[in-house]
């Protein structure tokens, strides 16, 4: 296993360890404290954290709480932005049953010495949208072009082997680029300063972009490499309490497809919930980034949520082969079970 995987591994279960006495994990405990309907029966409580601070990414569960889906299936959930160790650890040490993460970070929850109780239980977007953006001006109009340019860099070894693998396959040398290390919260702030491409997550970030007046360039990886195109993001659940809850794990996931699915019909309106929900959010940002990401939603899949178990598998295989991870088994850390409600 390569030692950025166990770092961050032995981190992950290091923080389960410390937040283990708060476990829900093993059971609903919550139901004994639960909230109540107007007809007296026990709603359950349901924690989901997300994995930054709230955009388009998250619309669905806002519309599901805004609109009573949640109540409608008996649950009670509270939304919580996530600690410093991540929204994944929460997951694992049972503070929360759900969250969002996406199936490139999951590398080392899956590869971990200690088994770790988290699962993808459902794809937010059916297709990876996140692409390298730059500047028009900077002349980056394929992988290639990369050379001698600055790339700001999260400093991950798969990151980086995918950088390398997009400029190789357009006959470009990875050795030229420069790569910056820096963590670029703004991009289009960054891309007007010394940054010549950067990540992004089109969605947010590119229509940010736009929307500063940059007129700009992307690479899509799904474009270039087909394994690219993972799982990004993806909903997260605790297993073992998912094993024991199968019922409430189905009723949340029901509901909150329902707010994906209002969302991928009714962008407009969705916005606007999102932003009564959050009203901090720039709502310009928010209605234009809604209108791109509602296509996106349930795209091509027969439904909200589910993950195709080739396009999962060809990312690890991609992965294993590359020296990047240990083989990770076709279909393993995912499941779809808890998307089996009728279809509407």
């Given at each position: 296993?390569?030692?950025?995987?166990?770092?961050?591994?032995?981190?992950?279960?290091?923080?389960?360890?410390?937040?283990?006495?708060?476990?829900?994990?093993?059971?609903?405990?919550?139901?004994?404290?639960?909230?109540?309907?107007?007809?007296?029966?026990?709603?359950?409580?349901?924690?989901?954290?997300?994995?930054?601070?709230?955009?388009?990414?998250?619309?669905?569960?806002?519309?599901?709480?805004?609109?009573?889906?949640?109540?409608?299936?008996?649950?009670?959930?509270?939304?919580?932005?996530?600690?410093?160790?991540?929204?994944?650890?929460?997951?694992?040490?049972?503070?929360?049953?759900?969250?969002?993460?996406?199936?490139?970070?999951?590398?080392?929850?899956?590869?971990?010495?200690?088994?770790?109780?988290?699962?993808?239980?459902?794809?937010?977007?059916?297709?990876?949208?996140?692409?390298?953006?730059?500047?028009?001006?900077?002349?980056?109009?394929?992988?290639?072009d990369l050379e001698g340019k600055n790339y700001a860099t999260w400093d991950l070894p798969i990151e980086k082997?995918?950088?390398?693998?997009?400029?190789?396959?357009?006959?470009?040398?990875?050795?030229?680029?420069?790569?910056?290390?820096?963590?670029?919260?703004?991009?289009?702030?960054?891309?007007?300063?010394?940054?010549?491409?950067?990540?992004?997550?089109?969605?947010?970030?590119?229509?940010?972009?736009?929307?500063?007046?940059?007129?700009?360039?992307?690479?899509?990886?799904?474009?270039?490499?087909?394994?690219?195109?993972?799982?990004?993001?993806?909903?997260?659940?605790?297993?073992?309490?998912?094993?024991?809850?199968?019922?409430?794990?189905?009723?949340?996931?029901?509901?909150?497809?329902?707010?994906?699915?209002?969302?991928?019909?009714?962008?407009?309106?969705?916005?606007?919930?999102?932003?009564?929900?959050?009203?901090?959010?720039?709502?310009?940002?928010?209605?234009?980034?809604?209108?791109?990401?509602?296509?996106?939603?349930?795209?091509?899949?027969?439904?909200?949520?589910?993950?195709?178990?080739?396009?999962?598998?060809?990312?690890?295989?991609?992965?294993?082969?590359?020296?990047?991870?240990?083989?990770?088994?076709?279909?393993?850390?995912?499941?779809?079970?808890?998307?089996?409600?009728?279809?509407?």
């Open positions: 296993m390569k030692r950025f995987e166990k770092l961050i591994g032995k981190a992950i279960a290091t923080g389960i360890a410390a937040l283990s006495v708060f476990s829900i994990a093993a059971c609903d405990t919550a139901n004994n404290n639960a909230n109540t309907t107007a007809n007296s029966e026990p709603k359950k409580d349901i924690t989901f954290v997300l994995d930054w601070t709230p955009n388009t990414n998250h619309t669905g569960l806002y519309v599901a709480l805004n609109k009573g889906y949640y109540e409608e299936a008996g649950l009670n959930v509270s939304i919580v932005q996530p600690p410093e160790d991540g929204a994944t650890t929460m997951v694992a040490s049972g503070q929360a049953q759900f969250g969002v993460d996406f199936q490139d970070y999951l590398v080392p929850v899956f590869t971990s010495e200690e088994k770790i109780p988290v699962e993808v239980c459902a794809a937010i977007l059916q297709h990876n949208t996140s692409a390298i953006i730059s500047l028009k001006e900077d002349g980056i109009e394929s992988p290639k082997a995918m950088i390398q693998n997009i400029m190789e396959a357009d006959g470009g040398d990875y050795s030229k680029l420069n790569l910056i290390p820096e963590y670029v919260e703004n991009e289009a702030a960054a891309l007007q300063q010394d940054i010549d491409a950067v990540w992004v997550y089109y969605a947010w970030g590119g229509i940010a972009c736009k929307q500063a007046g940059l007129d700009t360039n992307l690479i899509f990886f799904n474009d270039i490499t087909p394994e690219f195109d993972y799982y990004s993001p993806v909903i997260i659940v605790n297993s073992d309490w998912a094993n024991a809850n199968k019922e409430t794990a189905i009723a949340f996931l029901e509901a909150t497809g329902r707010g994906y699915e209002f969302a991928a019909s009714h962008p407009d309106e969705a916005a606007d919930i999102l932003c009564a929900e959050v009203p901090e959010l720039d709502k310009t940002l928010v209605k234009e980034s809604q209108e791109w990401i509602s296509k996106e939603y349930i795209s091509d899949a027969r439904r909200w949520g589910e993950i195709d178990q080739k396009r999962w598998d060809a990312f690890f295989k991609w992965l294993s082969d590359n020296g990047l991870a240990d083989e990770i088994p076709e279909g393993y850390g995912f499941t779809n079970e808890y998307l089996e409600w009728p279809e509407r």
